[in-house]
Nanobody, 124 residues
Framework: QLQLVESGGGLVQPGGSLRLSCAAS????????TGWFRQAPGKEREGVSC????????NYADSVKGRFTISRDNAKNTAYLQMNSLKHEDTAVYYC?????????????????WGQGTQVTVSS
């Protein structure tokens, strides 16, 4: 059974960068599309980005386009989310997920395996 573990979260100042990692075990991640989601206190979970199983297609929420980059290294069974020019509103728990498809609107319903999340706090 596929298991996902996120890492790389932390406290960063506005304008700074972080790179999140999503390490998979129990199965090969290259069988799945991989997505990143986030949930801020008092808000619903939001799709941030996803990448198809081959890495050839990516989708992003409008709020992160041009600032975040999703990637994957199937040889390392790991996916990444590079986050640049971070803003206060990016503060949230970030979750990695895997599923059969990466759709244009990054739907959480497309993903069936989820990690535990990693906290990202953007604050001066």
């Amino acid at each position: 059974q596929l298991q996902l573990v996120e890492s790389g979260g932390g406290l960063v100042q506005p304008g700074g960068s972080l790179r999140l990692s999503c390490a998979a075990s129990g199965s090969t991640l290259d069988n799945y599309a991989t997505g990143w989601f986030r949930q801020a206190p008092g808000k619903e979970r939001e799709g941030v980005s996803c990448i198809d199983s081959s890495g050839g297609s990516t989708n992003y929420a409008d709020s992160v386009k041009g600032r975040f980059t999703i990637s994957r290294d199937n040889a390392k069974n790991t996916a990444y989310l590079q986050m640049n020019s971070l803003k206060h509103e990016d503060t949230a728990v970030y979750y990695c997920a895997a599923g059969p498809v990466c759709s244009a609107y990054v739907f959480s319903a497309d993903f069936s395996s989820w990690g535990q999340g990693t906290q990202v706090t953007v604050s001066s």
